[in-house]
T-cell receptor, first 113, second 112 residues
Framework: DVKVTQSSRYLVKRTGEKVFLECVQD?????MFWYRQDPGLGLRLIYF???????EKGDIPEGYSVSREKKERFSLILESASTNQTSMYLC????????????FGQGTRLTVV | DAKTTQPTSMDCAEGRAANLPCNHS???????VYWYRQIHSQGPQYIIH???NNETNEMASLIITEDRKSSTLILPHATLRDTAVYYC?????????????FGSGTQLTVLP
């Protein structure tokens, strides 16, 4: 089975902290994605990566950065966490071409206090 | 990628077919239609996808109109476990597949 593993299921951080959310996939997928999900807003794409060290902004990249040093790992970084970044964060991965499905992790519920 | 329009919510009786519509009137000839669902507190799960022809797998059927401007996901015998948010997405087929963008989806509630 394909696995997309997010490092934490629940996380509580303080305002101003630097926060790292980690995602690892075991299927040698080229594409990896980070989303946030908030009630009534659906899934919104933050960043995605199609290769090691390559990244592209999604719809809401402000306040976030990403790192992809190895193919299997994609990290989302909140440089200075704020309360409006309290959300469910979901990671996904897929092969490069469009005719393939994406696999999602279980999500990290981040609370910034 | 083209935008999609789905109803906000739908109900379906257990054991009956659930038909979930999706409009994608600006779809291009090289865009696939994908369906995912998200059960509460879980990550989204892939259901099915298609380009032009109707598709069927063990979970569902996908009916795409001839002009490809709309599609319908059919769950033939809905169960309580099918209660979820269902997302319809269109995604470019040619070249490298990069951005994967979700809309608001349809909340399907299967009623006993």
């Amino acid at each position: 089975d394909v696995k997309v593993t997010q490092s934490s299921r629940y996380l509580v951080k303080r305002t101003g902290e630097k926060v790292f959310l980690e995602c690892v996939q075991d299927m040698d997928h080229e594409n990896m994605f980070w989303y946030r999900q908030d009630p009534g807003l659906g899934l919104r794409l933050i960043y995605f990566s199609y290769d090691v060290k390559m990244k592209e902004k999604g719809d809401i990249p402000e306040g976030y950065s990403v790192s992809r040093e190895k193919k299997e790992r994609f990290s989302l970084i909140l440089e200075s966490a704020s309360t409006n970044q309290t959300s469910m964060y979901l990671c996904a991965s897929s092969f490069l071409w469009a005719n393939t499905e994406a696999f999602f992790g279980q999500g990290t519920r981040l609370t910034v206090v | 990628d083209a935008k999609t329009t789905q109803p906000t919510s739908m109900d379906c009786a257990e054991g009956r077919a659930a038909n979930l519509p999706c409009n994608h009137s600006t779809i291009s000839g090289n865009e696939y239609v994908y369906w995912y669902r998200q059960i509460h507190s879980q990550g989204p799960q892939y259901i099915i996808h298609g380009l032009k022809n109707n598709e069927t797998n063990e979970m569902a059927s996908l009916i795409i109109t001839e002009d490809r401007k709309s599609s319908t996901l059919i769950l033939p015998h809905a169960t309580l476990r099918d209660t979820a948010v269902y997302y319809c997405i269109v995604r470019v087929a040619s070249g490298s597949a990069r951005q994967l963008t979700f809309g608001s989806g349809t909340q399907l509630t299967v009623l006993p």
